[in-house]
């Protein structure tokens, strides 16, 4: 053979703690879940499981839309599969832009042919509703509106309630990314009116990552379907995509879908239900408070101001003399704990500390402050 | 809260025999490695992981080719990845079209704005090379030539070394399916002189689904480096995944890897590495004669001529008188085994046997042809 055999061994990963922004910790039954037997995208028994899984995401979106499912990728194909099944080219998008994953947005109302109006805002801060009612005054042909709920990269949260509301008014479709919010805060779909969402399952679930949970309304599979010119993408058209998800005994092969990952995200929704999302959400609050009271007799201070911020991503300011790289280095080798870098214009300046899903913990609250004690002391 | 809690519980899978066409059984050192800690996608110890995964692909491959790494979605994504990079609009496709899959590809070049030139066969018999031969002198500005090595919906394999032959003749690109080959039958990327393919986890590697390994050859990076117009996926650019996936140290975030899911396909890729390829292609024509002979013996009949026959696909006529839903029904719910209906033109008319990766196996064939027997003499 010309390419010779590496013979390398089994790969055993460290255990750590995970306190970035994502993936959080992933609890031992959800791990457990998706070692069990592997069985065919079109076995019934797998199809019933789908109908619990689109059933359990309806839940954690709160909303009724019959299309809530996960697409077999990351978040970022979640969004993809927003926008090119949402904008046409030549359709006007208000994209609000308060950090790197609204920039995601932007990127994607390009690449679709989309005529991108920005809305920009200080990174930290959350949108300015006012600012995206301007934008409304002046783009009266806008068709799309798209914002990040919670934006990861800073910790900011928006006030989706009053951006959908705007949306409606003016009569456009919303896309919302909820990547970090679903599960720890309060996203309601259906009283707020959003149009599109799309999530990612490493973060507030808890699960591992490379599923992307989405909802779209009715008046957004209009859309689609009234489109005059085709999704750009095959993978991601929700047209054939919607013969696979659609309600059971009817279903027509798409593509193969990831079904070991899909027991664990299964798992890891039924751990939501069980514990009930408001108990859920109110579990965020009250660990970013205890963090918060923790960091504060630290000195260290937030970037995100306490009216916009969320609970389940703490993004402080590095301490003048610490230097970034070799303080969380040593976070990881010494204490197994991993926490975020800052990303984007934020680089080297700040460090995310998530407290989502099963990390959202007095134990892991109490093992990161002890560990950046030592750690800035030194 | 007005969407109400489904309360559900964890979901057992059966455990099935898988002899479909994907995914194949998994081992369960794979869903071992599948249920270890999830640790962080920039996590130094998972970059070592990538190395490795990278490494062991490459031998799968049979490609010393730098970019060569799975693609975080099924093998639908790794398809898409390939089209959107290395077609521009305007670009002559040379596609052939055998099956399904072929098919595919062909919607791929419309949605990415190339200029199909379609070289059709009869489903079941693989690729004509004389036929791509005429369609090169007809089309002398074609840029890319695309095919499927191993036709998954019917079981025919293709000549892909004279095909890429004649696609280096005549200067072009070229892009293959491997999906069902890569581990299975030789897929000899570096000696056939392959541009781009892409492959699946839950085929021949035995993984669970849902990530689809890809290689580039440095030909297939100038061209997307060259490109005019930027690549309308964000989440497939290969200009971006580049940088993720690229050498140790330098990685930039792109978006978040499937952890767990590529400790599979990490252990899965040992697994063959144990083996060795040349075992593993042994094997998987071994337990095709034995299955064969046992078909033989029932009096059923191949798809596809012995020439083109892959070991690993085994497609056959359903006799006459069979009802194919009930009888593949009753093997599922009596038997616990998987094999697959046909697929576009022949659904209703075959079966496809897999006999892929871990489900290539003497009591994996003992089994299937003694539940055929008893279902067929029902």
Partial sequence: MPVNN???????????????????????????????????????????MMEQIKSLLRYAFQTE?????????????????????????????????????????????????GVPVVVGDEWGKPVTVSKVEQAFRDNPDAKVLAFVHAETSTGAQSDAKS?????????????MDCVTSLGGTPVLIDEWGIDAAYSGSQKCLSCTPGLSPVT????????????KTPVQSWFLDLNLVLGYWQSAGKRTYHHTAPINPLYGLHEALVILSEEGLENAWARHRAMHEKLKAGLKDM????????SARLPQLNSIWIPD????????????????LEIGAGLGALAGKVWRIGLMGHSARQENIDFCLKALRQVLQA
Avoid: W, Y
Wanted: charged fraction near 20%; proline fraction near 9%.
């Fill in 65 to 113: 839309n019959p299309l809530t499912f996960p697409v077999s990728a990351p978040g970022s194909a979640g969004m993809e599969m927003c926008f090119v099944n949402l904008v046409e080219p030549g359709d006007k998008v208000i994209a609000c832009i308060n950090g790197v994953f609204g920039g995601r947005m932007l990127e994607n109302v390009k690449r679709t042919g």
């Fill in 321 to 336: 003399g610490v230097e970034d790289a070799s303080a969380r280095s040593t976070l990881l080798t010494e204490f197994n």
């Fill in 163 to 175: 951006l959908a509301a705007l949306a409606q008014k003016n009569g456009v479709l919303t896309i």
């Fill in 216 to 227: 779209f309304s009715e008046r957004a599979i209009e859309k689609v379907k009234a489109r």
């Fill in 6 to 48: 590496p013979h390398l061994k089994p790969f055993i990963p460290p255990q750590r703690v995970l306190m970035g922004p994502g993936p959080s910790d992933v609890p031992q039954r959800i791990l457990d879940a998706m070692q069990r037997p592997t069985i065919g995208h079109l076995d019934p028994a797998f199809q019933d």
């Fill in 299 to 306: 000195g260290l201070e937030f970037v995100v101001e306490e």
